[in-house]
Nanobody
């Protein structure tokens, strides 16, 4: 059974930092490019960052460049997202998923986790 389980979300003040994780199982994690997708209230799905299977290449988006960092530990089957200098507009549900390229992400494609809520508020 394929599973992607996000954790580490929560409430943080503007300017703060948060690190969320995604534990993968049931498939060859180290053979898949991965990414983080978010959905803000009332908005659609948006890629945040993507990373190659070996972790050597990252694909940035304007929404997170310079503030967020994606990484992975294939020995632990885990994907990470380090978020710094958080803004109110970063509030969203954050999902980990297998990479779909730079098209609008579709939940009908690939593997997805259940999501973890990140709320940035004072």
């Amino acid at each position: 059974e394929v599973q992607l389980v996000e954790s580490g979300g929560g409430l943080v003040q503007p300017g703060g930092s948060l690190r969320i994780s995604c534990a993968a199982s049931g498939f060859l994690f180290g053979s898949y490019a991965m990414g983080w997708v978010r959905q803000a209230p009332g908005k659609g799905l948006e890629w945040v960052l993507r990373i190659s299977s070996g972790g050597g290449t990252t694909y940035y988006t304007d929404s997170a460049k310079g503030r967020f960092t994606i990484s992975r530990d294939n020995a632990k089957n885990t994907l990470y997202l380090q978020m710094n200098s958080l803004k109110i507009e970063d509030t969203a549900v954050y999902y980990c998923a297998t990479d779909q390229g730079n098209r609008v992400p579709l939940k009908s494609q690939g593997y997805w986790g259940q999501g973890t809520q990140v709320t940035v508020s004072s």
